[in-house]
């Protein structure tokens, strides 16, 4: 048996014990190889470490060595991110399994021997990047480009750096490095004038799409996310790296408004190298509910800071401090707007009345995208026909030569004219605020100051009433208050009149047990001293019916003699 099929075999053999949500235990049997390997693949979930499985021990070390010496040959001087790692392996893998099974017949072919042909052989079978192209009426936006692209990046560094470190004098410049002959002269696939944008203004959402959004959605952490996104238009994974204690809202003091700066990106796994400032206001009242519920608001005070804003609630990950996954977030998103958000659009779901929140609702369900990075398009396309080029390119994180900004500028309508005459001042720039836009900034307690939603009835710090509807519910429970105190007083009038009935029928009670114990007490010196005066022999004893008598006055003054002590023990 051949080296390669007896590590097939061990490979086999350990997927055949794979756990699902467990990391692989043994890469190789080479206890050196398989620690290489651990180190180069530390930060990755269980899936994609399945996915090396499938690659020969060289080929493993191979990829293990390019990721371990990507801060020397990467311009940034950093570690490989997860994310990063996890796409040069499926990259790789999915190269690795086509060759093998279209092209060489089922049988395994190293890395290091793939050739030209099996990138791009125009006849079949084909190369891997030419399979992937697809003809205009099979795909007419055009999809395959994006995933095309970005493996023959993948494809190209991966190449570039094994063709010029299996030279002795490999140079260390990166820009001198030269292209693989596997890949050279292959150029990107571009899109048609068509599909060149790729983002168009009907796509994007509306201001009343995201408002009606952010009032029904019951997830508070994705709300929280979607306006602090819509507001500072940043990537997904750098608010997800934001922790509860980067978070401090203060108060400007010649507006009175409240506003929280903060830093992101620039981290680990970060894209930038560098961070930068971003500034959230119209997001602090989700912010503010979201916080007041969030799993680590019981901790101490310095695990708080540590604790991610938005954490994984995934398994046992909701008790330990996990941030929210990229790919975990966008399920969400289609989870809330594809099957929580049509359920109130049925008609015996009475929260939504309006016509305009109805129709912004079916448009957002079924004609906008639902991943989360639509919202950082949204930003841009807002933000830049309004913003200097450098401003612009420091909000997004981009490079300050980048020229991305002209992608975000759509057709535009009147906006043109808009601006000039508010430059001219014709017209104020609050005037050209649409409804659904001032819906989405909060609204300031006139006590306190603090931010809350548009649609908040009372303060969220002090309770005081911020809305007529507010005001008309206070009216209500003070008018069922006032009713409930003047049934409470009725109650109470009727108990105290009842027991007024019960004592006089007990006054009459005792009144009547004093009278028997008075002719008891009358009958009984009666029987005494008629047996006194009696000389006779014979009537020296009572007779049978005068002691009866003589007892019953005993009983019944013994009774009355209780009776007393208890009726001074209810008068006190």
Request: aromatic share 8%.
């Amino acid at each position: 048996m051949s080296g390669q099929s007896i590590t097939a075999a061990a490979n086999n053999n350990r997927s055949r014990h794979h756990r699902r949500g467990k990391p692989v235990q043994e890469f190789s049997d080479n206890f050196a190889l398989d620690r290489k390997i651990k180190e180069a693949i530390k930060g990755l979930k269980p899936s994609p470490q399945y996915l090396l499985l499938g690659f020969s021990d060289e080929d493993k070390e191979l990829i293990a060595d390019f990721i371990l010496d990507w801060s020397n040959h990467n311009s940034s001087g950093r570690s490989m991110a997860p994310n990063t790692k996890k796409g040069y392996i499926d990259a790789l893998s999915l190269l690795s399994r086509y060759v093998k099974d279209v092209r060489n017949g089922g049988i395994y072919k190293p890395l290091k021997e793939i050739t030209r042909d099996d990138f791009r052989a125009q006849e079949e079978p084909k190369g891997y990047l030419q399979s992937l192209k697809r003809d205009f009426a099979d795909d007419p936006k055009e999809n395959w480009i994006s995933s095309h692209n970005t493996r023959r990046e993948k494809y190209l560094a991966f190449w570039r750096w094994w063709t010029n470190n299996n030279k002795g004098d490999s140079p260390n410049n990166r820009e001198e490095w030269q292209t693989p002959p596997q890949l050279k002269g292959y150029r990107p696939a571009k899109h048609s004038p068509t599909n060149k944008k790729r983002r168009t203004r009907e796509q994007l959402w509306t201001p009343e799409e995201h408002a009606v959004f952010l009032k029904h959605c019951e997830d508070l952490r994705l709300a929280c996310f979607h306006a602090m996104a819509l507001e500072t238009g940043a990537r997904p994974g750098e608010l997800l790296d934001v922790k509860l204690g980067d978070i401090k809202v203060g108060t400007v003091s010649s507006t009175g408004k409240r506003v929280c700066e903060f830093r992101i990106g620039g981290g680990v796994g970060g894209k930038m190298k560098k961070d930068r400032p971003v500034s959230i206001s119209d997001a602090i009242p989700y912010f503010n509910v979201w916080a007041h519920v969030h799993p680590a608001r019981d901790w101490s005070q310095k695990n708080q800071k540590d604790a991610y804003l938005f954490p994984s609630r995934e398994k046992k990950a909701r008790y330990r401090n996990i941030r929210l996954d990229t790919n975990s977030l966008r399920l969400l998103y289609i989870q809330t707007i594809e099957r929580d958000l049509p359920k109130l659009l049925l008609p015996d779901r009475p929260e939504i009345s309006s016509l305009e929140d109805k129709a912004a609702l079916r448009s957002l369900i079924y004609e906008k995208p639902h991943f989360p990075y639509i919202l950082r398009h949204d930003f841009s396309t807002k933000w830049a026909p309004r913003l200097p080029r450098m401003v612009f390119n420091q909000l997004l994180g981009h490079s300050p030569n980048s020229k991305v900004q002209d992608f975000y500028i759509h057709e535009m309508g009147d906006e043109g004219i808009r601006e000039l005459e508010i430059t001219k001042g014709i017209r104020t720039r609050e005037e050209t605020i649409s409804p659904a836009e001032i819906e989405l900034q909060p609204k300031y307690c006139p006590i306190c100051r603090e931010a809350n939603k548009s649609n908040a009835k009372f303060c969220f710090a002090c309770n005081f009433t911020i809305s007529p509807e507010g005001a008309l519910e206070n009216r209500e429970k003070e008018a069922e208050a006032q009713k409930e105190a003047e049934n409470t007083k009725k109650e109470m009038q009727a108990m105290k009149d009842k027991f007024d009935s019960i004592e006089k029928r007990f006054r009459k009670m005792m009144d009547m047990w004093e009278s028997m114990g008075r002719r008891a007490e009358e009958r009984e010196k009666e029987i005494r001293e008629k047996k006194l005066s009696s000389s006779s022999p014979s009537s020296t004893k009572l007779s049978f019916v005068d002691d009866v008598d003589l007892l019953v006055g005993h009983v019944v003054q013994s009774d009355a003699k209780e009776v007393r002590e208890l009726r001074k023990e209810l008068h006190g």
